[in-house]
Every structure is written in C-alpha cells, then in structure tokens.
C-alpha cells in the first residue's frame, strides 16, 4: 500500500529507484566473480555484533567506528604491538591486553594468529574479532627485534587509500526553495546557501605501523563548497618516540576527566573498558568538525616511563551572547548552511597545552595530567533567569586549568583503576573522581564495580568520562555490572546504575536522581544461529507540570522509558544470511498517557563465496506514539559509517545496500538505496528540513581504491 502510493505520488523519482536497484543487482553479479573471502569474520558481521551485544544502538561512537574500520583496513603486525595499540578495541579489557602483549613479548616472533589460542584469557569470539585488526607480517615474523627504520622505506612500503562519497537525495527540504530575490533580501536565512548534495573525501596512508598521513575534506548538504578540512601526520614507535604528531589529533590520558577527545564507551562496553587508562596521542581521522586538537603533540618512551606534551591552536564556532558579554555557547554540529549558521564559523580562538607523565610496571600504572585553556573570547553562559539557572556552575571565562592523578594496579584476579581531578578557576573550582573494581571470579564470571563523583563546580573543557551527562560535571553513582559465560552457550551481560544530579539541569529544577539497568543475554547453540534478548529501563526524575484549582505546579517525577528487544542470528546457507528483530518501547512520566512504540524487520545478506561482495536488502516497520517512543536499530550502511537508526511514528523503512569489488582488493563501489514512507504524516521534518512529502529516498555512493 505504502509503497503503490509511492508510485502515484512521484512515478519519476520511483522509476530511478527501481532502475537504480537494478542496476546495482546487475553491476553487482557482473564483478562479483573474483577475488576470495580471507577473512573468517567480515567487517559487516563485527559491527553488527557490536550493536547487537552491546545493545546501546543510539550511543555507539561513530567515531570509534570510523577510528575501528581503520584499523581493519590498516591492521597491526602483531609482532610489533604494544598495549596502547589495543586500547581502542572496546571488546578487550586490560588483563586481556596484557595477557597478548606478554605472549608476544615472550613467544616472538609470532607466526600464526593461530596461536592466539594458547591466551586464556581470550574466548573465541575475542579472537575472531581481533583478527580483523592484526596480521602476521611475513617480513618481520623472522625478525625477533625491529627491522631497521628509514625514510626510504618507510614512503617506499606504504599503502594509500583514497575514500570519496556522495549522498543524493530524491527530494527536497524546504530550505532550497526558490524564493524572490527581495524576499531573501529581507530573509537570507530562509535558504541554504548551497546545494543539497553532501560529499566526502578521505585519504589515508599508512606505512609499517610507522608512519601514517591523512586528510579529510568534507561538504555538508546546503553548504557552499568544500567546507571542512582536516589533515595529520604522525611517526609511532621509532626509537624513543612512541609517538609524535603535528596536524588534527585526539588525545585521552588517566579515565579522561582531565582530557578524552577520543571516544566515549557506552556503559554496556565499560565492563570491558573501565580499566583501560592513558591511551595517549592519535592521529584524528574522521569527518568530525569537532572534539579535536589543531597543532602538534609527542610522547616519548623511557625505561618505565611515557613523557607526552602537546600545543594546540583551534578555531572553534560560538555563538554571541545577546549583551554582548562573550560566547553564550559552543557550536558542535559543524553545519554553516545558512548565513547565520555561517556567521558562527571559526570566530573563538582556542588555545590547550598540556602534558601527562606515566610510570607502570607489571603491576601497577601510575599517571599525572595537566591540561590549560585559553579562549580568545570569554565564555559567558546566560543564567540571570528562573529557566536559565542550571546554567550557574556551566564553563565561563577565558582561562580554564584542570590536573588529575590516575592508577591502574593488577593482583591477580582483581585490577583496581580510577582517577582524580581537580579544577583551578576563579569562578569553578571543584573537583571530580572515578574508581572502579574488576573482579574476575573465575574463567566464567566477572563483576564490575564503578563509583563516580563529578562535582557541580569541577569545569573539565575537554573532559569525557564514565557516566549519564555529556560533560564530566554535576553527577554521582555507582554502578555494577556483571558479565558470565558460565551457562553453556549462553552468555550473560547486566548492570546496574545509580545517578545523583546534585544541581539543577535543564528541565530538571531541582536536585534529582535516575536509574538504568539492562540484562542481555545471547544464546548460541551453533555457530550458524544465535538469539538474543535485551530488556532495558531508564529513569531519571524530570519537571513534571499540572493544573490544580486553577493554579499550574511543577513537581520532580520520573520518566521512565522502557525497551525489549529481540534478534535471531541465522546463517540460511554459507552464502546466504539473516538478521531479524522485534522492538518494544513503553515510555511513563507523570500523570500523562503511557507511550509505545514498536518496530519489527529484518535483513538479509547474500555474500560471494568467491569474494567480497555483498547485497543487504533491509525491511523495518514501525509505528510510535510519539517522536518520545522512538526505537533504535542497527542499519547495515557504507564503510566508515555506523548505521544506527531511530524510528518514530508509523511507517516502513527499506533499503538496499551492495558492496562491489571492481578490482581484487583494490578498487570498490559500495552504493546504499534507502526508501522511508510514513502512513500518518503528510510532512517529514520541520524549519527548513521540512520535506513536504510522506516519504524520502536517497542514495549514498562511495568509491574505495587502495593501492
């Protein structure tokens, strides 16, 4: 029904589609006669294992995934891995960590990722999941030490890999309109100033584990020309230097409430994570326009110790308080489309310097940080009014200096970590803490034990840490977790978490508290099907307003969401595949009306047995009470990307998605087809996203070569 009103309603734009859909299907069986699966884990499976063990959907760090896909398509001779190079991997813990680079200390060289089984501490999912981001090198498996390191073979050895993509909609938002031209006279922010294509480029190189280059430029639909761009260059394990960058780089040292651009773990993850500290300096990769250093930054390796410093001088995008005073906020998106949204690019200067030490034997990590920050224009968020209050303890000023202490220390089954901070400003001037316990039982169980206090005035610029707000400010709790593998092929992942919000929030004018917790649990009897079942609940107290004789009160109450999800893994043939899930969602606040929300769908894989290509076709229906009821999906979408996917009201989402290897591990073209139709509105969006129609197609084409 859905999709013959479709028809009625633009027969063009549906006659691309259909011819588009067969074109890909054609292309795809054409090219898809070469090459052979290497790989006993596909990329594609591994992300979706991510988002389906997880089970945080609409929390997973894109950036994370564009940083993992990375590794993937660069990965790590394991014969020259230290135990920061792991770090970014969510699916292993510390012990874990240390467990593969004692093996490979004591065993090198390596000859087979096969002996990735004398590592008890690693069960077969974490082995077949880190296949994907090591290799054995066949040059230096013979070598016991590090081959010798010169310029010439350095660019001599290297790999590129060149990245374009453009998306194309099939229909238009209301902010590329056609207007007169005295009205936009009048009203320049009526439109976009560009057109509503988006395109991105990425170039990588990547060279023994030594020395990488990149740059990223990227155009956002109704932006004028190309509006980002990003580069890098850094050298990693050559003599002293562990690592030295100049360009856009992250840096995440102690728990990163001092300093984390890197990416944040969802709470699900953090029973793997929590004990992972100082990550240090890497390169930035990604097409974020934000939560970046500009500039340069170095560690260096002695005895024991990791020195590291950095300098970073960024252009940041605020918008001006209305007296005038300095910057109200920070501008994240990274959209200029409009004049206005234009206006805000690039007028704050930020400068950060900063530097951490680290110490760390067998057992014990010792490490220090110290980050200051400059703004060229003070920081003056409003809070002169009853609704803006919240806002008394938020950054402000110019100068902003904060230090931590951090610790790891391993006794056998138990790894205790945390760190400390402290904020040293005029006007902010607190401090925040984060402690955890990690209880490995015994080879089946393990318990996760984390405390967390960030005080309402510690300020942390560029602090990201454990926990419910997106700032390291103005939270309590204690959580614990517990994961097992104990029941034969069942494997089990809870935890619970307790929040305290000391000050006020927006929409909250009070003190207030919230709780979460979530049981997983996937069974798999044979490695061709799993089921999986997630129940989770959130609640955190929210102003709640009513009428009584007459008068209108706010009180604190709960708002509570509720969601079970259900999924079955099946492989239907060695070629062939299915995913198929079913949502609910129940949201409660007050003396309102229950909402809900559900949604159903699947997707099925056909991937050549002779090489690495692959068609996903994709069907969700879904229907929700209100945009508060929405439910959360994992979509499969192109490379360096994460498709997760929020559905809320009534309709079907379909989409189409071919993975086409033109020359054998060389040159791809992935293109995704996606159609979305709503039963129960007659527009899509509002302002001027507003899409004056009943459903959207778009299609996303990217090309891959590697050389």
């Not at 398509?73 to 970014?88: G, T």
């Not at 077949?128 to 040059?139: A, G, I, N, T, Y």
Request: with cysteine; charged share 20%.
């Amino acid at each position: 029904m859905g999709m013959s009103y479709l028809c009625e309603e633009k027969p063009k734009d549906m006659k691309k589609c259909c011819f588009l859909i067969l074109l890909l299907i054609a292309v795809s069986h054409a090219f898809c006669q070469t090459a052979e699966n290497e790989s006993p884990m596909q990329w594609e499976y591994f992300v979706d294992l991510m988002a389906t063990e997880y089970g945080e959907e609409e929390s997973m760090d894109r950036e994370l995934m564009e940083q993992l896909f990375e590794l993937h398509s660069n990965p790590l001779d394991i014969n020259m891995l230290a135990q920061e190079d792991l770090f970014v991997l969510p699916f292993l813990n510390e012990e874990q960590i240390s467990d593969i680079t004692r093996y490979i200390e004591k065993n090198k060289p390596v000859y087979s990722l096969g002996e990735l089984m004398f590592i008890s501490s690693l069960g077969r999912a974490d082995r077949e999941m880190l296949k994907l981001f090591v290799r054995v090198s066949p040059k230096t498996m013979m070598e016991v030490e590090r081959p010798d390191i010169t310029a010439k073979s350095l660019l001599k050895e290297g790999k590129h890999e060149l990245v374009v993509r453009s998306d194309i909609p099939f229909y238009q938002r209301a902010g590329f309109a056609d207007f007169p031209q005295e009205v936009l006279e009048k009203s320049p922010n009526k439109v976009y100033r560009g057109d509503p294509l988006h395109h991105a480029f990425r170039y990588a190189f990547a060279s023994k584990n030594h020395l990488f280059a990149g740059m990223q430029m990227e155009k956002d639909a109704g932006e004028k020309g190309i509006d980002h761009v990003a580069g890098y260059i850094m050298l990693q394990d050559i003599g002293v230097v562990k690592r030295a960058i100049v360009g856009n780089y992250k840096i995440s040292f102690g728990k990163g409430l001092a300093v984390n651009t890197s990416a944040k773990f969802g709470k699900m993850m953090m029973i793997n994570s929590v004990d992972k500290m100082d990550a240090g300096i890497t390169k930035h990769s990604s097409t974020a326009e934000a939560g970046y250093f500009t500039g340069g930054g170095a560690t260096l390796r002695l005895d024991g110790w990791t020195l590291s410093a950095f300098a970073s001088r960024r252009q940041g995008d605020g918008i001006y308080s209305k007296d005038s005073a300095g910057i109200s906020s920070l501008k994240t998106d990274g959209l200029h489309r409009t004049q206005l949204e234009r206006s805000k690019k690039g007028n704050v200067g930020i400068t950060d310097v900063g530097g951490n030490v680290h110490w760390a034997n067998d057992f014990l990590q010792l490490s220090a940080t110290a980050v200051a920050t400059h703004f060229s224009i003070p920081l003056a968020p409003k809070n002169d009014t009853e609704s803006s209050y919240y806002r008394l303890y938020n950054a402000s000023g110019k100068d902003f200096l904060v230090g931590s202490l951090s610790y790891s220390c391993r006794l056998n089954a138990i790894t205790l970590g945390g760190e400390t901070a402290y904020s040293a400003t005029d006007k902010q001037n607190g401090f925040a803490t984060l402690n955890s316990i990690r209880w490995r039982v015994d080879g089946s169980n393990t318990l996760t034990l984390i405390g967390r206090h960030y005080g309402a005035k510690f300020v942390s610029i560029n602090g990201k840490a454990f926990g419910e707000n997106a700032s390291v400010q103005n939270e309590d709790g204690i959580f614990l977790g517990w994961s097992s593998s104990a029941f034969r092929n069942l494997l089990i992942d809870t935890y619970v978490d307790a929040m305290h919000f000391p000050w006020m929030k927006q929409g909250v004018s009070g003190s207030s508290y919230g709780y979460e917790g979530v049981a997983q649990a996937v069974y798999s009897p044979r490695e061709e099907w799993s089921l999986q079942a997630r129940y989770r609940i959130k609640s955190k107290q929210k102003d709640f307003t009513y009428d009584r004789n007459g008068g209108k009160f706010t009180v604190l109450e709960y708002n509570t969401n509720q969601n079970l999800k259900l999924q079955l893994n099946c492989k239907l043939s060695p070629s062939v595949s299915l995913r198929a899930s079913a949502m609910g969602t129940m949201v409660t606040f007050g003396s309102n009306p229950n909402e809900y929300g559900f949604a159903a769908g699947g997707n099925i894989r056909w991937q050549s047995l002779k090489s690495q290509c692959r068609i996903d076709v994709g069907f969700t229906y879904f229907d929700t009470d209100s945009y508060n009821a929405r439910v959360y999906n994992y979509e499969p979408t192109l490379l360096y990307s994460f498709g997760s996917t929020s559905y809320y009201y009534k309709g079907i989402r379909t989409t189409l998605l071919a993975n086409i290897p033109i020359i054998k591990n060389q040159l791809f073209l992935n293109a995704k087809l996606g159609m979305t139709k709503y039963f129960n509105r007659d527009t899509i969006g509002s302002g001027l996203q507003m899409i004056d129609s009943s459903h959207r197609e778009d299609l996303q084409v990217q090309v891959r070569w590697r050389f």
